[in-house]
């Protein structure tokens, strides 16, 4: 599977998992809250910081019949239109500059999610390095035209999307000049449940469109991720947030700096426990090859007794012969005289 460099930080199967913050509608119209937030993204050892780039009026109408109303019994938003909830969480583009470059001084790779054209022209000005296509855009197939005209690499989410759909989405990409993509199996529920998340889809992902595959996963706590790493995934994506009790139109589902923390730690343990197909000691096991058991004299013994179950034991350590020979060598006689303790050997029988 081919690597893909995003920002000078290699993703793919020889790599621990790159793990992305999404920061979202978590600064809560706050820009010093969300500078806050990029340092403790940095701090966290995320990777990337990802924003969201639109505004209410590029990313609905200005409409508040049923359409454009949210009335979802389990949505966090019920009862907001479209328009008005994209007012509360989008984030101003003049505050895009200064995230960015504060993530930049810090280490952490700015990148965004753009919604329509304009956005995408407005990012390339920033020198985006990489673009995000969230799962309610993946089948906006202009827009996605768009991005890959760049020939930048493009993450894009699945959530909802058929595989003749995902299979329109590749194409339109990969003809448009996107050279390094990358899909995250995303589950479009906010928060999402774990049995409802499929992960189990990633190594076919992977295989019906031979492009690296990781998760945008919006279920709480850690679990899912570093089970999805164990499924392939080589990229995460996890809200972000200083505090869920803060509040904010993500906070519900959003993961605190703590929990990113240990994120970060545990999906690169998962990987590292991947390695390879392995039977026999590994080099690190060989030391302890001397504690398996193996057969011992148990009593003294003198040249020409009949080994016994009371003359030999199966114990540890394991410098005698194999277990398995036990049976085999009893009632048969020693060849010479031994003290308890002696590890038996072929030469003593």
């Known amino acids: ?24 509608g978590n ?13 403790e993204a940095a701090k966290s050892g995320a990777h990337a910081l990802k924003l969201q780039t639109y505004t209410a009026d590029t990313m609905t109408l200005n409409i508040e019949n049923p359409d454009f109303v949210i009335n979802d019994e389990a949505s966090l938003w ?38 329509d054209e304009t956005a995408v022209d407005f990012l ?3 020198d985006v390095p990489f673009y995000k296509i969230a799962s309610f855009e993946n089948t906006d197939i202009p827009l996605i035209k768009k991005v890959a005209s760049t020939g930048k690499p493009m993450i ?36 999402a449940t774990p049995d409802n998340t499929n992960i189990m889809t990633i190594p076919h992902m992977r295989e019906l469109f031979n492009v690296q595959v990781g998760l945008s ?12 790493v164990a499924m392939g995934a080589t990229v995460i994506e996890k809200h972000f947030t200083l505090s869920r009790k803060d509040g904010g139109v993500d906070s519900a589902f959003s993961m605190e700096p703590s929990e990113m923390t240990s994120l970060v730690a545990e999906t690169k343990r998962a990987w590292q426990a991947l390695g390879k197909v392995s039977y026999g000691p590994t080099d ?6 001397k504690f398996r058991r193996s057969i011992y004299v148990s009593k003294d013994i003198k040249s020409g007794d009949i080994f016994t179950k009371e003359n030999l034991r199966i114990v540890r350590p394991g410098y005698g012969l194999s277990p398995k020979y036990y049976e085999q060598i009893l009632g048969k006689q020693a060849k010479n005289d031994m003290k308890a303790g002696t590890p038996l050997t072929w030469d003593n029988i």
């Open 1 to 24: 599977m081919k690597e893909i460099n995003l920002a000078n930080r290699k993703v793919g199967e020889g790599h621990s998992p790159f793990i992305i913050a999404e920061m979202s």
């Open 27 to 39: 600064h809560n119209h706050s820009l010093e809250r969300a500078l806050e937030i990029v340092e």
């Open 78 to 115: 019920k009862g907001n239109s479209l328009y008005k909830l994209y007012q509360q969480a989008y984030t101003p583009w003049d505050w895009h500059k200064p995230i960015f470059d504060r993530a930049r001084e810090l280490g952490i790779i700015p990148f965004s999610t753009p919604f």
């Open 124 to 126: 390339e000005k920033l």
């Open 156 to 191: 894009i989410s699945t959530g909802m999307s058929t595989v003749a759909e995902l299979d329109e989405t590749v194409k339109a990409a990969m003809e448009s000049g996107c050279k390094d993509l990358i899909l995250l199996k995303c589950t479009s529920t906010y928060p």
């Open 217 to 228: 996963d919006h279920t709480l706590g850690t679990g899912v991720a570093v089970a999805s």
């Open 284 to 289: 690190k096991e060989k030391s302890s090859l």
